[in-house]
């Protein structure tokens, strides 16, 4: 049974600035920088049988994130780690979804941010199938997002930055209200980018061809799966792909932390199968977090 309460009103413990407060505890003020202008980042991290899958390049991913927003993490990646395991061990589960998240305090106000204080949160709680396990047995209906990944010109794009996921929530809106699961995003040059919170794989005669991520996060789970792919002998293309190329493959899939491997049924006009190679690349990513598969 997954918790129907909202996310501030929980029990258990939230870790805040080197201290493990009580949940309903880890609250920030109105004038807080990082609710005015977006300056925060954040992670995703799922915890699988008591460990957190690929904990140090989470870690190192946030640290990065803070300094494409000019702003240093007041803790070292160990630290950083450290603070992730002690959370688990609070929660008491062994698996479970961890979001990390750093942001500018409230010692300043204007968009300037020089002088505020860099916070440092770490909440965990219990995460099943993003999609729910239905959406993946009969695969995610998609629409093509009417918003686009911007130029790496005009954002920080391989940051984690929350605001970075204000079109992405609108993207996925429009595709609830419209009875869909999610939606793909386009970038500004109108290659195929990816989903709103995870990237994308097609396959086609029995290779995977996935875009470069150029203005979008090259994700931990992305390059996960390419290297399961490889060891099995798949070949990978990383390259750019438009939308007339669509109709020609044969099956997509998602790829993120939170939406593991989740095969994709249609987006928009195109339709695709949940196949064989899909299945076989998820089960091979749930081995390996799982640890029944071995880790290089
Ligand atoms: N793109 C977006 C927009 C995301 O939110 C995520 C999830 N963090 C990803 C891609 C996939 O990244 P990862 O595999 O590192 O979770």
Not at 131 to 143: L, N, T
């Amino acid at each position: 049974m997954t918790d129907q309460r909202a996310y501030h009103d929980r029990d258990g413990l939230i870790w805040l600035d080197g201290e493990m407060v009580p949940w309903r505890e880890a609250n920030v003020h109105v004038l807080t920088h990082a609710l005015h202008y977006a300056s925060s980042v954040f992670e995703g991290q799922r915890a699988y049988s008591g460990e957190i899958f690929k904990l140090t390049e989470h870690s190192e991913r946030l640290v990065k994130s803070g300094r494409l927003l000019d702003f240093e993490i007041p803790y070292s990646v160990d630290e950083i780690n450290q603070a992730c395991r002690d959370v688990l061990a609070a929660s008491g589960l062994t698996d479970g979804y961890m979001r990390p998240l750093a942001w500018r305090g409230s010692e300043q106000m204007g968009v300037s941010g020089q002088k505020t204080k860099i916070h440092l949160a770490i909440a965990m709680w219990p995460w099943g199938a993003y999609f729910g396990e239905e959406a993946i047995r009969r695969g995610i209906r998609m629409i093509v997002s009417p918003w686009r990944r911007p130029a790496p010109y005009t954002a920080p794009t391989e940051s984690k930055a929350s605001g970075l996921y204000m079109i992405c929530t609108l993207a996925r809106h429009q595709a609830q209200a419209q009875g869909y699961d999610d939606a793909l995003m386009f970038d500004w040059r109108g290659q195929v980018a990816e989903g709103t919170g995870a990237n994308a794989f097609f396959v086609r005669d029995g290779a995977l061809h996935t875009p470069t991520p150029d203005c979008f996060l090259d994700g931990i789970t992305r390059r996960t799966v390419i290297d399961l792919a490889r060891r099995r002998g798949i070949e990978v293309h990383e390259r750019a792909i438009w939308p007339e190329e669509l109709e020609s493959f044969e099956q997509l899939f998602l790829t993120g932390t939170a939406a593991e491997v989740t095969p994709v049924a249609s987006v928009g006009p195109w339709n695709f199968e949940v196949g064989d190679l899909t299945l076989q690349l998820r089960k091979d990513y749930l081995g390996l977090v799982n640890r029944l598969l071995s880790n290089s």
